[in-house]
């Protein structure tokens, strides 16, 4: 992370990095240990608001799992909502999540597909719930960054938009978003191309409901 923060000035650089660097971008394979250090012994299995986890590394690599599933899922409210209500329960899994929603938004098979789309909405998700700390934030925004000289215009740079947006709004986590809040936000995204004004709609809306 330091040398993308040292060389965000240069487009050449930073693509040489990505490229060099598989685990900073999209895979469609599993991974086997989280993209950030939990230490063995840290976070030993428990139950907490009535639901039973294992360990912060496994519960990271499981996440993993669920946020590749919303690739092919038709309705991923409630597979969204389980992610969120996970991050709430493990806090230390806040900036595991942005960094595996960051990962999984860089050099994707399909930019800006129905596929794509689910893992930023996930992002926008995200940012109207919790805060990442300040190293991984400025990550974060470096990705945003790239996204929007990359793909101006782009429904993934909307997106992009709105997560810094939230993020300059979201106080900390009180709770999860609702189904019917998630499914506000990507509503319109079940159209395979959706268009300019449907998706200004759907943040707006969205908004709307989290300064309730």
């Known amino acids: 992370m330091s040398d993308l923060e040292k ?4 487009h050449e650089v930073l693509d040489q990095i990505y490229h060099n660097n598989p685990i900073l971008r999209y895979t469609a394979g599993p991974i086997y240990a989280p993209l950030l250090p939990f230490p063995y012994g840290v976070g030993e299995s428990a139950e907490v608001n009535g639901h039973s986890y294992a360990t912060l590394r ?5 996440l993993f799992h669920s946020l590749q599933q919303l690739e092919g899922v038709r309705e991923p409210t409630r597979l969204m909502q389980g992610v969120l209500q996970t991050c709430l329960d493990l806090p230390p899994l806040v900036d595991e ?20 789309l689910r893992y930023w909405q996930l992002l926008a998700c995200m940012s109207c719930t919790f805060q990442p700390s300040p190293s991984i934030q400025g990550y974060l925004q470096l990705h945003l960054q790239r996204t929007e000289n990359r793909f101006p215009g782009s429904e993934m740079a909307r997106y992009g938009r709105f997560v810094q947006e939230a993020l300059c709004k ?5 709770r999860v978003l609702s189904l019917e809040e998630i499914a506000r936000l990507i509503g319109p ?5 959706p268009s300019k004004v ?11 409901a989290q300064e309730r």
């Open 170 to 174: 979201t106080q900390g986590p009180e």
């Open 58 to 62: 496994d519960e990271a690599v499981k």
């Open 198 to 208: 449907t998706c200004h709609v759907a943040v707006a809306s969205h908004m709307a």
């Open 97 to 116: 999540i942005y960094c595996q929603l960051v990962k999984q938004t860089t050099e994707p098979p399909a930019p800006g597909a129905p596929a794509d």
């Open 7 to 10: 060389n965000q000035g240069s």
């Open 189 to 193: 995204q079940e159209v395979a191309c």
